[in-house]
T-cell receptor
Framework: DTGVSQDPRHKITKRGQNVTFRCDPI?????LYWYRQTLGQGPEFLTY????????KSRLLSDRFSAERPKGSFSTLEIQRTEQGDSAMYLC????????????????FGPGTRLLVL | EDQVTQSPEALRLQEGESSSLNCSYT??????LFWYRQDPGKGPEFLFT???AGEEKEKERLKATLTKKESFLHITAPKPEDSATYLC?????????????FGPGTRLSVLP
């Protein structure tokens, strides 16, 4: 299967602990996005990579959050000193953007990582 | 400010009862409008992309249309397996990561 995968699917942690999530995008996709989704809401943009470069971060992304995409393939999202307000579904999406893809920058989503901070 | 709203918030239909979901947007420089389906505990699943006012796309019992200010997702003769949250998202021009703005979704329940 060549879809977007995320690991782990579920994470329960205690307040103050650090957590790290991984996202493997569709192999030929050059853009990778991280979103956060809370119950009853649509996904909210967190950050975005084009290849290995992190090009934009939302103001929602506090200093406790850091994301990397070291070789332009998989990405990790780390949350340090977790707080109860960090409890949410963390979604990763990938897309192919550039001159050859034209207008077609459809984002394809992974299954998400559900985080619960106790 | 860029905004995407969806209505109704929730919709309950009997099997076979057709209806429409609405997505209204106010964004500067719309490049595209996307519909996704999301099942509980899962990531959004891509359905359609619309780029121009007047454009229509169909897939099985679903048909998406686009005007200059809103999009409709028409569901014809729905089945219980169509129950899900339907999200719309708009892609804006001349932005990078924050180029996708999602609406809050419409929770659809189709009763047998």
């Amino acid at each position: 299967d060549t879809g977007v995968s995320q690991d782990p699917r579920h994470k329960i942690t205690k307040r103050g602990q650090n957590v790290t999530f991984r996202c493997d995008p569709i192999s030929e996709h050059n853009r990778l996005y991280w979103y956060r989704q809370t119950l009853g809401q649509g996904p909210e943009f967190l950050t975005y990579f084009q290849n290995e470069a992190q090009l934009e971060k939302s103001r929602l992304l506090s200093d406790r959050f850091s994301a990397e995409r070291p070789k332009g393939s998989f990405s990790t999202l780390e949350i340090q000193r977790t707080e109860q307000g960090d409890s949410a579904m963390y979604l990763c999406a990938s897309s192919l953007a550039g001159a050859t893809s034209g207008r077609k920058e459809t984002q394809y989503f992974g299954p998400g990582t559900r985080l619960l901070v106790l | 400010e860029d905004q995407v709203t969806q209505s109704p918030e929730a919709l309950r239909l009997q099997e076979g009862e057709s209806s429409s979901l609405n997505c209204s947007y106010t964004v500067s420089g719309l490049r595209g409008l996307f519909w996704y389906r999301q099942d509980p505990g899962k990531g959004p699943e891509f359905l359609f992309t619309l780029y121009s006012a007047g454009e229509e796309k169909e897939k099985e019992r679903l048909k998406a249309t686009l005007t200059k200010k809103e999009s409709f997702l028409h569901i014809t003769a729905p089945k219980p397996e169509d129950s899900a949250t339907y999200l719309c998202a708009v892609e804006k021009s001349y932005n990078y990561g924050q180029n996708f703005v999602f609406g809050p979704g419409t929770r659809l329940s189709v009763l047998p």
